[in-house]
C-alpha cells in the first residue's frame, strides 16, 4: 500500500478505509493488466492480511514511517536495492531528488509491531 494517508478530521473507521482502499487499488492494478493472484482465501497475495493503525505523530515519526515503506522489499527480498522497485513512492523521491537513487535505508524490524 505504499503511500501515508490520513483519515478525515473524526472518522476512526479505520477498518472500512483500509478494505476500500485495498478494493480500489487492486481494481486499479488489474485496469492497468497487471495480473493478481488469489489465495486459498480467494484475497489477493497483494495485500497483507492484517493491518496495524498508527496515528503519526510529527516529522520525525513520517519520515520514519517512509523509510519503513521503502526498504520493505529489500527487507523480505523482494529486490535488492531499494531503486529496483518499479511500483515504489520512492521513485518520486528519487526523481525530486528528496532521497539519493543509491539510498539503501535502514532496517526497522521490531520497530513496527513485527
Known sequence: MG????????DLVYSTRVRQLKTYYSQE???????LLKN?????????????EHRVRDESDLSTHIDYI???????GLVQKVIDRPYSSFQNYARQEMLPNNWGGKSLQGEFGE
Open 40 to 52: 486459498a482465501r480467494d484475497e489477493y497475495n497483494l495485500w497483507q492480511r492484517r493491518f496495524w
Open 29 to 35: 492494478i488489474q485496469l492497468l493488466g497487471i495480473p
Open 70 to 76: 521503502h526498504f520493505n522489499p529489500v527487507k523480505h
Open 3 to 10: 503511500q501515508p494517508w490520513e483519515l478525515p478530521e473524526g
